[in-house]
């Protein structure tokens, strides 16, 4: 297993981090699949409800034998799902704020994308899985780049 | 890591509408859906982190995804569904795709990314061509009260008027630029500004807002505030500050921003105002403060790490590597002499705000 390689990715892991326990309880699972067919899907489009939503239910009754690329893409569902909510949405459904349970997925998220091989994988799902975790990053509030020269300012 | 995404991409052949004849439907339009997602949103962090090379480019033909429901797709299908003539559940991402598979062809996008690639981009219809389709196509047959129909119609009309601002500087670079066309940019970011507000200030489209945020539109901001700085009483401008008031409002007021993005943004409009101040100082009306400007400086603090003179030389400096997010401008005319900064005043005007 090319194991140096992930730690590309997300930097380096500690021991192996049993992630069927970072999922939400079902309820929430159920709650943030809603949210992510409201608020994003119609957005983004790049999963298929009619075949995914079976896959997720049935995952969701026994979240210990879930193949490694669909616990990718519901970990990268929750954080993309999580993005869209507001601070008082996240407080009254699951009783955080939005940020720490934003953390906490993509903390999963990163983990079940190592999991699958991600780097090596060729399969759509845990790449849609990516693809959420990036989204989820929100890096319109950490791009500067060049935005900080006082050259910017004026002209 | 988003470039780490987009090799994975390619190395599933996603860009390349060959691979795709050898899935099933399903399976193929997923896959087209999932190419240009990731081109848009590869596009949208290229323009965030100032960096001109994105995948929107002409080098691959991946076709644009279907404006069809997703239950019109099934697992045993032979043959790819037909298209609606009206709008389907999946209308915002054809229609973004469609507008950017145009754009990535364009020559006056490929002017300001990779000029090289011109060579091989497919003729593409003229910006009023495509707004004309679009209509036809689908906006005539939008309901404002249909959340995703509102953001498409929005964000497509804002995209739009950014691609008019763009192919203005495409076809105005010289240095020396007749009030005409200055204000003609101006409209155009007017525009983008007007769209954004729309998209920002709506409650329709509450659960999208996560989307509208990512396309904050600091270029219209830019550059309304560069030219106001060198032209201060042109006629245009009370039509500027209102737009920018109004988006602001819409963006900023419920938000409690400390991002290093809405401090630039800020500083930029708090130097406009002042040069506005400056050129108006002798007029018989005094210009009250907007709301916008005194929220900003009520948000940033005392502005003591301004300096009390700027530095000439350094801004003389900076005009060789002009600094837009996107696009990366070509270098209007910056007419130094036109503003005496030394009769600024740049401390904090007090009993303001």
Redesign the interface.
């Given at each position: 297993m090319h194991e140096g390689n992930d730690q590309l990715?997300f930097g380096p892991r500690g021991s192996n981090i049993d992630i069927s326990a970072l999922h939400p309880d079902q309820g929430q699972i159920f709650k943030l699949w809603q949210?992510y067919l409201?608020?994003?899907d119609?957005?983004?489009?790049?999963?298929?409800?009619?075949?995914l939503q079976p896959r997720v239910l049935d995952a969701a009754s026994d979240l210990s034998r879930v193949p490694p690329p669909l616990e990718a893409l519901m970990f990268g569902i929750y954080c993309v799902s999580t993005?869209?909510l507001t601070d008082d949405d996240c407080a009254a459904f699951f009783g955080t704020t939005r940020k720490d349970s934003l953390r906490e997925h993509q903390l999963g998220c990163q983990q079940a994308l190592i999991n699958c091989g991600?780097?090596r994988?060729?399969d759509?799902d845990s790449?849609?899985a990516?693809?959420f975790y990036?989204?989820s990053l929100?890096?319109?509030?950490?791009?500067?780049?060049?935005?900080?020269?006082?050259?910017?300012?004026?002209? | 890591m988003l470039g780490l995404a987009v090799r994975i991409a390619q190395r599933m052949e996603l860009h390349n509408e060959a691979s795709h004849a050898n899935h099933p439907p399903l399976e193929a339009e997923m896959r087209r859906r999932l190419w240009w997602a990731l081109v848009l949103f590869d596009q949208r962090i290229s323009e965030l982190s100032d960096a001109k090379v994105s995948m929107l480019n002409p080098t691959w033909d991946c076709k644009i995804p279907l404006n069809i429901n997703d239950f019109d797709l099934r697992q045993e299908m032979k043959a790819p569904p037909t298209e609606h003539d009206r709008p389907s559940e999946a209308l915002f991402a054809t229609v973004r795709s469609e507008i950017n598979d145009t754009i990535r062809h364009n020559s006056f996008h490929l002017d300001f990314t990779i000029p090289a690639l011109k060579a091989i981009a497919k003729p593409s219809e003229s910006l009023a061509a495509m707004e004309k389709r679009l209509e036809d196509k689908y906006f005539k047959f939008c309901s404002m009260d249909n959340p995703l129909h509102f953001i498409t119609v929005w964000m497509s009309r804002g995209l739009l008027a950014k691609m008019r601002l763009l192919e203005h500087y495409a076809k105005h670079s010289s240095p020396q630029q007749t009030d005409e066309n200055r204000d003609e940019a101006n409209t155009h970011a007017i525009d983008i500004l007007i769209c954004d507000t729309m998209l920002a200030s709506s409650t329709i489209i509450k659960g999208f807002q996560w989307l509208v945020h990512y396309y904050f539109p600091l270029p219209a901001y830019m550059n309304i505030a560069r030219d106001l700085q060198k032209r201060p009483t042109a006629t245009i401008g009370n039509r500027a500050w209102e737009a920018m008031a109004e988006n602001y409002r819409a963006r900023f007021s419920d938000l409690d921003d400390e991002s290093p993005m809405f401090a630039v943004f800020g500083r930029l409009l708090i130097y406009t105002w002042k040069a506005r101040e400056v050129a108006f100082r002798n007029s018989a009306e005094r210009l009250p403060e907007p709301y916008m400007i005194a929220s900003i400086k009520q948000r940033l603090g005392n502005f003591e790490d301004y300096p009390s003179d700027p530095d000439r030389s350094s801004m003389q400096n900076a005009e060789s590597s002009s600094s837009m997010a996107v696009p990366d401008l070509p270098s209007m005319d910056f007419d130094m002499e036109a503003l005496d900064w030394t009769a600024i005043d740049w401390n904090p005007i007090p009993g303001l705000g």
């Open positions: 990715l949210v409201e608020n994003v119609p957005l983004l489009k790049v999963t298929h409800t009619p075949t993005l869209s991600i780097l994988s060729g759509r790449l849609t990516l693809f990036l989204v929100d890096p319109v509030r950490t791009i500067t780049s060049r935005l900080n020269r006082q050259d910017f300012i004026t002209s | -």
